[in-house]
C-alpha cells in the first residue's frame, strides 16, 4: 500500500500555508475539521493560561483596528482568501497514523526537492519523461508566454488609444487660473481660458475627425468619442463645442455612410472570412454611432416643439443649436434618402413643417422640394407624404401653408389611376401562365429565369425599382395627395390651406378619373359663388376650372359662363399693390383662355377680354405688363378678329362700349381701339416700348415692328420671371454716361428787350429796400 502510495503522482502543487500547517501539526491528534482557532479580544477568557494563548493576545494586540474590523467582517463573510484554501476530506475515508505519517513524510520530501520561489510561482508543470536514471520532472515557466492575439490586439488598442490620448491633449491648460486673493478676477482672464479650452476642443475635434476619415475602419472608435464631446454640460462651453462637434459629425457621416442599407442578419455557428468579420463590425459600429448621433440630435431639436403641460424655458442660443440640429437631419436625408432610420428622419421633420419657428419651416420644406425634385424611386416621396397626411388629419387642418407647398414639387406627369383595372381586362385577353410554360422549352425557361436573376441583381447594384414598381409608388403618392385635396375641400373650406389646396388641384388635375371632374367644377363654382375667397383663391378656382374643359373634361356637358364673367369681373382688382403676388396665376389663366383654347371662345369674350388686358397693363409693374403684351400679341396673331382693336375707325359695329360692364358678352368691345399703347410706347421700361409697337403694327412675324428673336420666342410667363424687379436689378442694365461728354455753358437769353428791362428794375427795387432796412437797424 505503501509503494502504490510513492509512486503516485501528485495532482497538485501544494502551498506554502499548508506545507507548514502540516510540519507544526505532526504527532498531534488531528480533528474532522483541522482549522486553526483563531481568538479575538471579545472571545477571550480571562482564565486561559495556555502559553499559545498568550501568544495570540499578544499577536492580536498587535494588529491595528482597522485591520481587525476587516478581518472579522471577512471571516463571519466568508469571503477570507484563507477559506477558499482549505478543503474538507469526507469521513467515510478513514487514514490510519502511520499511514498519514508517510503520506506527508513523502510529500514534504516531494515539496522540498521541487520548491519553486515566490518570483517563479507562475510555473506550469508538464508530463514526466522516463529516463535510464528514472522518472524525470518537468516544468515550464509560463511568466514570459506570449498572450493569444485577440488579448495582443486588444493591448495593442489600448497602448495606441492611450497614445492618442496623450497626443490629443497634450496642449491641455489647466483647470485653475492663477490669481491673488488681494486682486478681483478679471473678466479678460476668463475669457482667455475660455478660449484656450476651446481651441484645445477645437484641436481634438479636427484631430479626431481627419484620423477617422483618413482609415476609418481601424479609427471607427473616435466616432464615440465624438459623440462624448456632445454630452459636455459646462455651461460656458457647450453650446460652442456642440455646435463644433455636431457640425464635424455631419460631414463625417456624409462621407462614410455608403449608398445601400445595411442589414446585418446574425446567425449562430455561421463561419464568415476573416475580411467579411471585419466589415460587419465595421458597419455595425457605424451604424450604432449613427443612432446616437440621431438621438442627440433629436434631444437638441426638441425645444424648438413644445408638447402640452411643458413650461420649460429655453434660451435663445439652446433654440439656435436645435435649429442647427434641424439643419442636420435634413442634410443626412438630402445626401442619403435610402440609408437606415431614414423612415424615423421623415417622421421627425414632418412635424417641424408645422413649426412656430419661421426659418425652421423654411429649411425643412427646401428639403421635401429636393427630396420629392431628386427621388427616382418613389419610395421615399410615398412615406414623406403619408406622414404630411397624417399630420393635417390629426390636427383638423389647422397647420401652415409650407405643409402642403412641398406636394407642388412632386414630379408626377402623367400617372393613370386607373391602371390596375386596365391591367385586370388586359391579363384576360392574354394567354394563362400555365400555357405559356407549356408553349415555351426547357432551354428557354432557364434562359427566363437567368435573366430575371440578372435584372433583380443589377436593379439592386443601382438602387433603383423597375417601372412597374415606380408606377405603382406614383399612383399610391397621387391617390394621397388628391385625398387631402378633396378633405380639406370638403371638410375645411374655409381655412388658410385652402389657396394651396386649389393651387396643387390646379397643377395635377390632368391626373385626376374622368368620372370626378364634374363633382369638382361644382365644388369649385360653390366655392366661388358662397365662400368669402381672396383673389389668389379665386384666381385658382377659375384657373382648375379652365384646366380641367381643356383636356380631357371636354367631354363634360359645362357651361364655363360665369367663370368666364368670374374672371373678367376679378382682373382689375390686381395693381402693382399688395395684390401683385397673384399677377402669375393670372396671366397663366389668361393664357389658358385665350391661347390654348382660343377655338371655342367666342369673338365678344376675346375682344373683351383683350381689351381689359391693355388696361391692365397700364397698372402693373414692367414685368406684368410685359406678360400682358405678349398674351395681346398671341391673341392677335391667333384671330384674325382682334385687328379691330387696332383700328381707330368707329363706325364699324353697334353700340357703345361700357368699359364699366362686367360682362364680357355685352360690354360691345368690338367699337373701341388699344389706346393703352399709345401710353405704353412712352413707357419707362425698353423692352415694354418695342412690345407695344410691335403690337400696334400687327404683330408681324417678319420686317417693320418685329421683335428680335430672342424676345418672339417668350411666353408671358417667361417675360414675367425673366424681368422681375423684386432682386431690386434692372433688365435690360442702364448704361453709364460716357466720359468724353463736355459739358456746354448755359447762356441766358431774352427774346424782348422790355422784359429784361423789367427783370432789371425789380432787382434794383429789392436792393434798395435791403439798404433801407439795414439803416434803420443801424
Given at each position: 500500500m505503501s509503494k502504490k502510495k510513492q509512486t503516485k503522482k501528485p495532482k497538485s502543487k501544494t502551498s506554502s500555508i499548508k506545507q507548514r500547517n502540516r510540519l507544526r501539526n505532526k504527532g498531534k491528534i488531528k480533528t474532522k475539521k483541522h482549522v486553526p482557532k483563531i481568538s479575538f479580544p471579545s472571545q477571550r477568557t480571562p482564565t486561559s493560561t495556555e502559553p499559545e494563548e498568550d501568544i495570540t493576545d499578544d499577536m492580536v494586540e498587535m494588529v491595528e483596528k482597522d485591520d481587525m474590523e476587516y478581518l472579522m467582517t471577512s471571516i463571519s463573510q466568508q469571503k477570507y482568501n484563507l477559506f477558499k484554501q482549505i478543503k474538507i476530506k469526507n469521513s467515510s475515508q478513514k487514514i490510519t497514523k502511520n499511514d498519514e505519517s508517510e503520506f506527508s513524510a513523502l510529500e514534504d520530501k516531494y515539496v522540498g526537492s521541487h520548491s519553486v520561489s515566490k518570483e517563479e510561482y507562475n510555473v506550469k508543470m508538464l508530463l514526466p519523461v522516463k529516463t535510464k536514471d528514472g522518472v524525470e520532472r518537468r516544468f515550464m515557466n509560463i511568466t514570459n508566454e506570449p498572450a493569444p492575439e485577440k488579448n495582443l490586439e486588444v493591448k495593442s488598442q489600448n497602448i495606441n488609444s492611450n497614445e492618442e490620448e496623450e497626443v490629443l491633449w497634450l496642449n491641455k491648460p489647466t483647470d485653475s487660473i492663477d490669481i491673488t486673493l488681494n486682486e478681483p478676477i478679471s473678466m479678460a482672464k476668463i475669457y482667455a481660458k475660455r478660449d484656450e479650452i476651446i481651441q484645445m476642443y477645437k484641436f481634438r475635434i479636427g484631430l479626431l475627425s481627419s484620423s477617422l476619415l483618413e482609415n476609418p475602419e481601424l479609427k471607427i472608435g473616435n466616432l464615440s468619442l465624438l459623440l462624448e464631446i456632445m454630452n459636455k454640460q459646462d455651461p460656458e462651453l457647450q453650446i460652442t463645442i456642440k455646435k463644433l462637434v455636431t457640425l464635424s459629425l455631419l460631414e463625417i457621416f456624409k462621407d462614410l455612410i455608403p449608398a445601400y442599407q445595411i442589414k446585418h442578419q446574425d446567425i449562430p455557428f455561421n463561419k464568415l472570412k476573416k475580411v467579411t468579420r471585419q466589415l460587419?463590425?465595421?458597419?455595425?459600429?457605424?451604424?450604432?454611432?449613427?443612432?446616437?448621433?440621431?438621438?442627440?440630435?433629436?434631444?437638441?431639436?426638441?425645444?424648438?416643439?413644445?408638447?402640452?403641460?411643458?413650461?420649460?424655458?429655453?434660451?435663445?442660443?439652446?433654440?439656435?443649436?436645435?435649429?442647427?440640429?434641424?439643419?442636420?437631419?435634413?442634410?443626412?436625408?438630402?445626401?442619403?434618402?435610402?440609408?437606415?432610420?431614414?423612415?424615423?428622419?421623415?417622421?421627425?421633420?414632418?412635424?417641424?413643417?408645422?413649426?412656430?419657428?419661421?426659418?425652421?419651416?423654411?429649411?425643412?420644406?427646401?428639403?421635401?422640394?429636393?427630396?420629392?425634385?431628386?427621388?427616382?424611386?418613389?419610395?421615399?416621396?410615398?412615406?414623406?407624404?403619408?406622414?404630411?397626411?397624417?399630420?393635417?388629419?390629426?390636427?383638423?387642418?389647422?397647420?401652415?401653408?409650407?405643409?402642403?407647398?412641398?406636394?407642388?414639387?412632386?414630379?408626377?406627369?402623367?400617372?393613370?389611376?386607373?391602371?390596375?383595372?386596365?391591367?385586370?381586362?388586359?391579363?384576360?385577353?392574354?394567354?394563362?401562365?400555365?400555357?405559356?410554360?407549356?408553349?415555351?422549352?426547357?432551354?428557354?425557361?432557364?434562359?427566363?429565369?437567368?435573366?430575371?436573376?440578372?435584372?433583380?441583381?443589377?436593379?439592386?447594384?443601382?438602387?433603383?425599382?423597375?417601372?412597374?414598381?415606380?408606377?405603382?409608388?406614383?399612383?399610391?403618392?397621387?391617390?394621397?395627395?388628391?385625398?387631402?385635396?378633396?378633405?380639406?375641400?370638403?371638410?375645411?373650406?374655409?381655412?388658410?390651406?385652402?389657396?394651396?389646396?386649389?393651387?396643387?388641384?390646379?397643377?395635377?388635375?390632368?391626373?385626376?378619373?374622368?368620372?370626378?371632374?364634374?363633382?369638382?367644377?361644382?365644388?369649385?363654382?360653390?366655392?366661388?359663388?358662397?365662400?368669402?375667397?381672396?383673389?389668389?383663391?379665386?384666381?385658382?378656382?377659375?384657373?382648375?376650372?379652365?384646366?380641367?374643359?381643356?383636356?380631357?373634361?371636354?367631354?363634360?356637358?359645362?357651361?364655363?359662363?360665369?367663370?368666364?364673367?368670374?374672371?373678367?369681373?376679378?382682373?382689375?382688382?390686381?395693381?402693382?399693390?399688395?395684390?401683385?403676388?397673384?399677377?402669375?396665376?393670372?396671366?397663366?389663366?389668361?393664357?389658358?383662355?385665350?391661347?390654348?383654347?382660343?377655338?371655342?371662345?367666342?369673338?365678344?369674350?376675346?375682344?373683351?377680354?383683350?381689351?381689359?388686358?391693355?388696361?391692365?397693363?397700364?397698372?402693373?409693374?414692367?414685368?406684368?405688363?410685359?406678360?400682358?403684351?405678349?398674351?395681346?400679341?398671341?391673341?392677335?396673331?391667333?384671330?384674325?378678329?382682334?385687328?379691330?382693336?387696332?383700328?381707330?375707325?368707329?363706325?364699324?359695329?353697334?353700340?357703345?362700349?361700357?368699359?364699366?360692364?362686367?360682362?364680357?358678352?355685352?360690354?360691345?368691345?368690338?367699337?373701341?381701339?388699344?389706346?393703352?399703347?399709345?401710353?405704353?410706347?412712352?413707357?419707362?421700361?425698353?423692352?415694354?416700348?418695342?412690345?407695344?409697337?410691335?403690337?400696334?403694327?400687327?404683330?408681324?412675324?417678319l420686317g417693320e415692328g418685329s421683335l428680335p428673336a430672342n424676345l418672339a420666342k417668350m411666353t408671358s410667363i417667361d417675360f414675367y420671371k425673366e424681368y422681375d424687379p423684386s432682386s431690386l436689378a434692372f433688365k435690360p442694365s442702364i448704361p453709364k454716361p460716357s466720359d468724353n461728354i463736355k459739358k456746354k455753358k448755359f447762356k441766358l437769353t431774352y427774346s424782348s428787350s422790355k422784359f429784361l428791362d423789367y427783370c432789371n428794375d425789380i432787382v434794383d427795387n429789392i436792393n434798395t429796400e435791403i439798404n433801407f432796412s439795414r439803416l434803420l437797424l443801424n
Open positions: 460587419m463590425g465595421y458597419e455595425g459600429q457605424l451604424l450604432k454611432n449613427y443612432k446616437m448621433y440621431l438621438v442627440k440630435l433629436e434631444q437638441m431639436a426638441s425645444c424648438l416643439r413644445k408638447k402640452k403641460g411643458d413650461t420649460r424655458i429655453f434660451s435663445e442660443q439652446q433654440k439656435g443649436l436645435g435649429v442647427i440640429a434641424v439643419k442636420c437631419l435634413c442634410e443626412l436625408l438630402m445626401a442619403h434618402p435610402y440609408f437606415n432610420y431614414a423612415d424615423n428622419i421623415i417622421h421627425l421633420l414632418t412635424l417641424y413643417l408645422d413649426s412656430s419657428n419661421e426659418s425652421v419651416r423654411k429649411v425643412v420644406e427646401n428639403c421635401y422640394k429636393d427630396i420629392f425634385h431628386d427621388d427616382k424611386r418613389g419610395l421615399i416621396s410615398l412615406i414623406a407624404i403619408r406622414r404630411i397626411n397624417h399630420l393635417v388629419k390629426t390636427r383638423a387642418h389647422s397647420v401652415h401653408c409650407e405643409a402642403l407647398a412641398v406636394l407642388l414639387s412632386l414630379r408626377i406627369k402623367n400617372v393613370n389611376l386607373d391602371q390596375e383595372k386596365e391591367d385586370e381586362i388586359k391579363n384576360k385577353k392574354f394567354k394563362t401562365r400555365r400555357q405559356k410554360l407549356l408553349t415555351m422549352s426547357k432551354k428557354e425557361r432557364k434562359r427566363k429565369k437567368e435573366l430575371e436573376k440578372l435584372e433583380k441583381e443589377m436593379l439592386e447594384v443601382k438602387a433603383e425599382e423597375n417601372k412597374k414598381s415606380k408606377e405603382q409608388y406614383m399612383t399610391e403618392i397621387m391617390k394621397m395627395v388628391f385625398l387631402i385635396y378633396f378633405r380639406i375641400l370638403k371638410r375645411a373650406p374655409r381655412s388658410n390651406l385652402l389657396s394651396i389646396t386649389l393651387e396643387g388641384l390646379a397643377k395635377f388635375t390632368h391626373c385626376i378619373n374622368l368620372e370626378y371632374y364634374q363633382d369638382i367644377v361644382n365644388v369649385l363654382d360653390h366655392l366661388l359663388e358662397n365662400e368669402p375667397l381672396n383673389i389668389r383663391e379665386q384666381l385658382y378656382c377659375i384657373k382648375t376650372v379652365f384646366i380641367i374643359l381643356t383636356g380631357q373634361g371636354d367631354a363634360l356637358n359645362v357651361d364655363p359662363l360665369f367663370f368666364y364673367t368670374h374672371l373678367y369681373r376679378v382682373m382689375l382688382q390686381i395693381d402693382a399693390g399688395k395684390t401683385y403676388e397673384s399677377c402669375d396665376t393670372l396671366l397663366s389663366t389668361l393664357e389658358a383662355i385665350l391661347i390654348h383654347k382660343n377655338k371655342k371662345i367666342t369673338t365678344q369674350r376675346m375682344l373683351s377680354f383683350t381689351k381689359r388686358i391693355a388696361t391692365l397693363a397700364l397698372q402693373l409693374l414692367h414685368n406684368g405688363s410685359l406678360g400682358a403684351l405678349c398674351i395681346i400679341k398671341s391673341s392677335v396673331q391667333l384671330n384674325k378678329t382682334a385687328d379691330l382693336l387696332l383700328d381707330v375707325d368707329s363706325n364699324y359695329g353697334e353700340g357703345i362700349y361700357n368699359a364699366e360692364l362686367n360682362e364680357p358678352e355685352y360690354c360691345n368691345a368690338g367699337n373701341t381701339a388699344l389706346w393703352e399703347l399709345c401710353a405704353l410706347r412712352r413707357h419707362y421700361h425698353p423692352v415694354v416700348q418695342k412690345m407695344s409697337v410691335h403690337i400696334s403694327n400687327g404683330a408681324p412675324n
